[in-house]
């Protein structure tokens, strides 16, 4: 219930947003325009955010022969947990990741970068690989994948105004200055509404997608010794992400933000490791 409020939340503002900027820019009939644009938004979010998560990182499907090593854990967890087969891709990166999307577990995807094949034991791999399973069985992909997109949407229409600024802004006419006020405002306000969005996938979903992996497994110092490979060579090879869509790696992805702390959506790597051992992450060998 808790994912399911968070979804109609999520699509409730995006649609008053919508509404809010169309009433400000264009009035009655701008706001009309808007509720139909974010009635598409809506329905873009819910049935294709996997699929656009997907496509950002130019993920690819793979089948059983091209990817027998991770097909193998995939099913035989999911056997033991009693969900459906996953669709699997593969991101061309060797920055080591992973991350699960889609609807619900009968319409999933699971997709891993190359550089995290390379990296992970097969017992590592299988703690990784549980976690993810961990997101499709609590059901937090939907409401992940519904983030990303909601927040992509509206740093995209900040974009829009920022242009509209620059390329509007030696007109001096009363109308053109509120306008141009208008811009600014969503040009200050919305990276923000993006984070609070994101931060609206609250972190205890990591700490709980590690509690299912590591009971899946029966290993959780596989998972924690995964965290701790991923946290140190992602920050090696970054993966080159958006800010929108970082929350649905299993490790964040390093972008190099001087706030990243304060806005983080995931807990720190070494809190995780702490829950999953029992003992500080330095004493991890």
């Known amino acids: ?3 399911t409020f968070k979804t109609a939340f999520l699509l409730g503002a995006l649609t008053l ?3 809010f900027l169309g009433r400000a820019f264009g009035g009655q009939n701008g706001m009309l325009l808007a509720l139909g644009i974010a009635a598409l938004l809506n329905f873009v979010s819910y049935f294709y ?3 656009i998560a997907l496509a950002i990182y130019r993920a690819q499907p ?3 022969e091209e990817l027998p090593r991770a097909y193998a854990i995939v ?3 999911t056997q033991r947990v009693g969900i459906p087969m996953p669709k699997m891709y593969v991101i061309p990166t060797e920055s080591p990741n992973a991350f699960a999307t889609g609807r619900n577990p009968s ?3 699971v997709a891993v970068t190359h550089g995290i094949l390379g990296l992970l034991t097969d017992e590592e791999l299988e703690g990784v690989l549980a976690h993810e399973l961990g997101h499709v069985r609590n059901r937090d992909i939907l409401i992940s994948s519904i983030a990303a997109t909601v927040a992509g949407a509206i740093t995209y229409l900040a974009e829009i105004a920022r242009w509209g600024m620059i390329f509007g802004g030696y007109e001096r006419d009363r109308d053109n200055r509120g306008g141009g006020f208008g811009a600014l405002l969503m040009l200050l306000l919305a990276p923000v509404a993006a984070m609070l969005i994101q931060l609206a996938v609250s972190r205890s979903r990591e700490y709980q997608a590690d509690e299912t992996g590591a009971h899946l497994t029966g290993n959780p110092y596989a998972l924690a010794s995964a965290l701790a ?6 920050k090696r090879v970054p993966l080159a992400a958006t800010p929108s869509t970082a929350h649905l790696f299993i490790i964040a992805p390093f972008l190099g933000m001087s706030l990243g702390s304060l806005f983080a959506t995931h807990p ?3 809190k995780r490791i702490e829950r999953l051992t029992g003992r500080p992450a330095e004493f991890m060998q």
């Open 268 to 270: 720190p790597t070494a």
């Open 75 to 77: 099913e035989r967890l």
């Open 107 to 109: 319409h999933a995807s």
């Open 17 to 19: 947003l919508l509404m």
């Open 1 to 3: 219930m808790g994912n």
């Open 229 to 234: 490979k991923l946290d140190a060579y992602s």
């Open 62 to 64: 793979v089948s059983r």
């Open 49 to 51: 955010s996997d699929k």
